[in-house]
């Protein structure tokens, strides 16, 4: 019988995917718009964030179905978009390679002497090749990993705490606010993309211990650690220092002046280095498992979803390392990788809100038997706050797109929804 995730288990594989090591060098952008804020401003962040996942929070906590987006919008939206979103989930393997780049960066800030490309690859191959032994052999490295990541982010903030500069939480300051409402709320939206991804954890709905109630409780505790890590660290990051030394910097910066040579390299371990290998190893399952419920219901071919003895999906794992591995041997940046599918991402969300507005009235039976149902105007009013902010977020990142990345886009979409429309009048389906 095979084994089945435990909540603590969930809650060291959404923790330690959330917190990637971007956080690590966001946060200086964050100061240099905000000033000491940056804090709060994570705070906000945090709190939006997870306003915009409630529709996946009330969904598993009413349905079990595999593929997490996909097997809410195919349900919710209709049957006909799962060509559009299985195709758009596979286009965004690409998002993988995102964190294997940035540990190529770090191995050749902290470590000159070795071939950082080679050495990146390797450590990607390894955990890859960890993930074909299943489900149990990731969630056991996060287990192990995300507690140590955590433990360097909390002793780090601590540290910094205790070497606090005075004035440092004076709301009249000219520092506190650097550049008003206007540079707070961009800082907001900046950090809100490092509390992105809580919502993975509906992926493993069918593979966790009692769903129902584990997912969405899951789902909801590592919100508030997130919370707490990263509104610890947004504090951290301005307490030490001048502003002036920290605005645009990485939290390095801050780690080099309160810790030692042996505690600062300690950190940059478990710290920005861990956090990428738990971003990168939950990643992976993360990127295969939408895929794999769409390759099941006939949107692409079946060898996608082949599995060896461990049930582990190999040939995805195979393609996930090969596109994973991409942008560091060709030298691509992380703002290329991360705007190549964000129109499919943005049709994506437009597709969760409509599935959300179905939702109470497809599953009508099961939504007043979970443990979070609300009454249908509480709800709705809920899911308006929902789709404002899901939508000013699209709005602000299809901004960042340059003319030739809208253009990509176009193609990409156009491609994945023909696709999906001539898939859909094979199968019969309207």
Excluded at 162 to 169: A, D, E, S, V
Excluded at 404 to 409: D, F, K, P, S, T
Aim: hydrophobic residues 55%; neutral net charge.
């Amino acid at each position: 019988m095979e084994k089945k995730l435990t909540l603590i288990q969930l809650i060291w594989i959404g923790t330690g995917h959330v917190i990637g090591a971007g956080v690590v060098s966001i946060v200086g952008s964050a100061l240099a718009v905000t000033g000491y804020s940056v804090w709060l401003a994570f705070l906000v962040a945090c709190v939006l964030s997870f306003i915009r996942i409630l529709p996946v929070v009330f969904f598993t906590s009413a349905v079990t179905v595999e593929g997490g987006r996909y097997g809410m919008i195919t349900r919710c939206a209709g049957y006909k978009y799962g060509g559009l979103i299985t195709l758009s989930s596979l286009l965004n393997w690409s998002a993988r390679g995102t964190a294997v780049l940035a540990l190529c960066g770090y191995i050749t800030d902290y470590l000159p002497g070795v071939n950082s490309k080679r050495l990146t690859v390797a450590i990607w191959a390894g955990f890859c090749i960890a993930n074909l032994y299943g489900v149990d052999m990731m969630s056991r490295i996060q287990s192990i990993a995300t507690p140590l990541l955590l433990a360097a982010l909390g002793v780090f903030s601590a540290v910094c705490f205790l070497n606090t500069q005075p004035g440092y939480l004076d709301f009249s300051s000219e520092y506190m606010f650097l550049n008003g409402k206007e540079g707070f709320f961009t800082a907001v939206v900046l950090l809100s993309y490092s509390c992105d991804g809580i919502a993975s954890l509906a992926n493993y709905s069918t593979q966790a211990e009692k769903p129902l109630e584990t997912i969405p409780a899951a789902m909801m505790i590592v919100s508030v650690i997130t919370s707490v890590i990263y509104v610890a660290v947004g504090f951290a990051s301005g307490a030490v220092l001048p502003l002036e030394q920290t605005g645009g910097a990485t939290l390095t910066v801050t780690a080099k002046a309160v810790l030692s040579p042996l505690f600062f390299n300690l950190f940059i371990l478990l710290g920005p280095v861990f956090a990428l290998i738990t971003t990168m190893n939950a990643g992976i399952m993360d990127s295969a498992l939408p895929v794999m419920a769409g390759v099941k219901e006939g949107w692409l071919p079946s060898v996608l979803a082949k599995q060896n003895r461990h049930g582990a999906y190999h040939v995805a794992i195979g393609i996930i390392f090969v596109i994973g591995a991409l942008p560091t041997l060709l030298d691509f940046s992380v703002s290329q990788i991360a705007g190549i599918t964000m129109v499919l991402s943005a049709l994506a969300a437009v597709l969760m809100i409509i599935s959300a507005v179905n939702f109470p009235f497809v599953y009508s039976i099961e939504w007043k038997k979970s443990f979070l149902h609300i009454p249908l105007p509480v709800y709705f009013a809920v899911l308006a706050v929902c789709a404002a902010l899901e939508m000013f977020v699209v709005v602000k990142a299809l901004a960042e797109l340059t003319p030739a990345m809208v253009i990509l886009n176009i193609m990409l979409l156009t491609f994945c929804a023909g696709y999906g429309i001539t898939m859909a009048a094979k199968m019969g389906i309207k």
